[in-house]
């Protein structure tokens, strides 16, 4: 197996909390170095409020404390930028201009520099100084709105679509190409990444919803949001679900086959009050077992038709095992990196404790024991 693939990138993180370290956390497990720059004063905010969470997205990490207002912790991170790939940060439009951080200042000390900014609304418009979390970002997206039951409320999901998938995944995605342009080009960019603009960006089936209808399909009604009974989920007999995806008729018929109730094939695959009949028939079809021995009947016969698990059980689930995403420390499970490669390693690593690289990286950097010991001093580091 050769090197991680990313080995030899240099990124300074100044992100907190979990979309921008999310980002990072992939960067690291692909073999980048991934220099967290945290406040000294407790660093980031995850260290204390989500202490589980902080060491999930930050393992593979160097830990270093900067505060950056202070002109001198500022003078030691121009040092850092020297030599580095990428910057990201998470901070609202203009802080780090005003810090003398800014991607502007930043790329005269290094012009190949990838400075990445990953917020909220993005660098423009009218939205771009407020605050938000991810729930605001899928609100205003339509993401929210469309998310639960006909004639139900909206309702919250345990998945952070606008911080992970909007956020940190488009950010990497950006950084990653904006890296090989500067090898190539030797310029770098800033990579302007906006939560909602990204989650927007994922709402495929919504948009084209609009382009064919000319307007949105009401919550819990458009195709795969519970519109059409065989892309659907059902109760069993014991309370816990299925979730049916026989989208395509050959899986539907497969089902039937399976069931053994072939008439159902006859019945509309539609939305709306003409798939009315079947959703009622898999409805009380359904409740006559319980979601394991669906499970038992349905898994070989190709009909798409699988238990809904719990985050526990998902862990536990054999497919799960047999991949190697799931690992333990201290009886604890840990979640790796979900991307194979042939012939390379992902990186690992562990979480670092607060400033635990601060001063070899400094020195590394050519900081001198009496610049180290002003800056100690004066609190900066």
């Known amino acids: 197996?050769?090197?991680?693939?990313?080995?030899?990138?240099?990124v300074l993180d100044l992100t907190r909390l979990l979309p921008g370290p999310f980002c990072s956390f992939y960067?690291?497990?692909l073999g980048a170095e991934v220099i967290k720059l945290e406040e000294p004063q407790g660093g980031d905010y995850a260290r204390m409020l989500a202490p589980e969470l902080f060491m999930l997205v930050n393992r593979g990490k160097k830990s270093v404390t900067l505060d950056l207002r202070q002109p001198q912790a500022v003078a030691a991170f121009h040092k850092l930028v020297e030599d580095a790939d990428v910057v990201i940060e998470s901070?609202?439009?203009?802080?780090m201009d005003k810090l003398g951080c800014g991607y502007q200042q930043l790329k005269l000390i290094n012009p190949r520099l990838v400075y990445a900014a990953l917020t909220g609304y993005g660098q423009t418009g009218p939205y771009k100084d407020r605050a938000g979390h991810d729930m605001n970002y899928c609100a205003y997206a339509g993401l929210l709105e469309q998310t639960g039951a006909v004639d139900g409320p909206p309702v919250l999901s345990n998945f952070q679509s606008a911080d992970l998938a909007g956020g940190a995944l488009t950010c990497a995605l950006g950084i990653l190409a904006a890296?090989?342009?500067?090898?190539?080009?030797g310029q770098g960019t800033?990579?302007?990444v906006g939560m909602l603009d990204g989650t927007l960006a994922l709402q495929a089936l919504s948009l084209a919803t609009i382009r064919t209808m000319g307007r949105s399909a009401k919550r819990g009604s458009d195709m795969l949001s519970g519109g059409l009974a065989n892309y659907n989920i059902y109760a069993c007999a014991d309370g816990k679900h299925v979730a049916m995806a026989a989208l395509e008729p050959k899986f539907f018929f497969n089902f039937c086959q399976a069931v053994g109730k072939p008439e159902l094939a006859g019945l509309p695959l539609s939305p709306g009050p003409d798939g009315a009949a079947l959703r009622s028939a898999l409805e009380t079809l359904f409740k006559t077992r319980s979601r394991d021995e669906w499970e038992l009947l349905l898994a070989d016969r190709d009909c798409c038709v699988s238990g809904i698990y719990s985050p526990q059980e998902a862990l536990d689930n054999p497919q799960v095992k047999a991949r190697g995403l799931i690992r333990s420390e201290d009886g604890k499970p840990l979640l790796d990196l979900p991307i194979k490669f042939s012939n390379?390693?992902?990186a690992g690593g562990d979480c670092p404790r607060l400033g635990a690289d601060t001063i070899a990286v400094l020195a590394a950097a050519g900081i001198d024991e009496t610049e180290l010991a002003a800056l100690s001093a004066a609190s900066a580091i």
């Not at 090197?3 to 990138?9: E, F, Q, T, V, W």
């Not at 901070?91 to 802080?95: D, H, Q």
């Open 190 to 192: 800033l990579v302007d």
């Open 179 to 185: 890296v090989i342009g500067a090898r190539t080009s």
């Open 91 to 95: 901070f609202r439009p203009g802080v």
């Open 27 to 29: 960067l690291a497990q």
């Open 344 to 346: 390379a390693e992902n």
């Open 1 to 10: 197996m050769s090197n991680p693939l990313l080995s030899g990138i240099r």
